[in-house]
């Protein structure tokens, strides 16, 4: 079985421009995560999707970040403008199930923002 | 206070020595308790996820439980080199959101 599917894995952009990272998760896993993590901390959540439904997005800065997730299948987020506190790893996670203990980590996307 | 608190380490253990990781939480309705391992450069995967108080062994790991002192904690016996790496502690409140702690560093000598 395939795991959850991050692209790109590295990423350099310079201040205040766009940037977007795509994951695909786990076949048939209904619950797709993306948390941002800096050096040193853990995972923080910045939106959670059941299908197609954003459920919390709670911790999404939308004044920059956006999210989708057409079809209920892979997603996409989007920084528009980056700014150098942005420079961090992009996690990607998966589950079948809103309550499905464990979450399928994807390899992640690093960002570095000059 | 953050919602999730573990000591940042960094651990070390001598190999075949037992690993004490320790986690808070501040929510009190928090109901599932997750152990992520976390290589170097890494992704986080789970290794344990403890529900009831108590404890819950799982080959050399032991995941321990009281919610009533909302701690939770992780024994790694017989501890080797391929252990060491950071250990997140999450924790999942009924709504379904998880917040993860910032982890334990680990490191295991020879």
């Known amino acids: 079985e395939a795991g959850v599917v991050q692209s790109p894995r590295y990423k350099i952009i310079e201040k205040k421009q766009p940037v977007a990272f795509w994951c695909n998760p786990i076949?048939?896993?209904?619950?797709l995560y993306w948390y941002l993590q800096n050096l040193g901390q853990g995972p923080e959540l910045l939106i959670r999707y059941e299908n197609e439904e954003a459920v919390d997005d709670s911790q999404l800065p939308k004044d920059r970040f956006s999210a989708e997730r057409l079809k209920g299948v892979d997603s996409t987020l989007k920084i528009q403008p980056a700014e150098l506190g942005d420079s961090a790893v992009y996690l990607c996670?998966?589950?079948?199930?809103?309550?499905?203990?464990?979450?399928?980590f994807g390899p992640g996307t690093r960002l570095t923002v000059l | 206070q953050k919602e999730v608190e573990q000591n940042s380490g960094p651990l070390s253990v001598p190999e075949g020595a037992i690993a004490s990781l320790n986690c808070t939480y501040s929510d009190r309705v928090s109901q599932s308790f997750f152990w992520y391992r976390q290589y170097s450069g890494k992704s986080p995967e789970l290794i344990m996820s403890i529900y009831s108080n108590g404890d819950k062994e799982d080959g050399r790991f032991t995941a321990q439980l009281n919610k009533a002192s909302q701690y939770v904690s992780l024994l790694i016996r017989d501890s080797q080199p391929s252990d060491s790496a950071t250990y997140l502690c999450?924790?999942?409140?009924?709504?379904?959101?998880?917040?993860f702690g910032d982890g334990t560093t680990l490191t295991v000598k020879p």
């Open positions: 076949s048939g896993h209904n619950t």
């Open positions: 999450a924790v999942r409140s009924n709504a379904g959101k998880s917040t």
């Open positions: 996670a998966s589950s079948p199930t809103p309550g499905y203990n464990e979450q399928f």
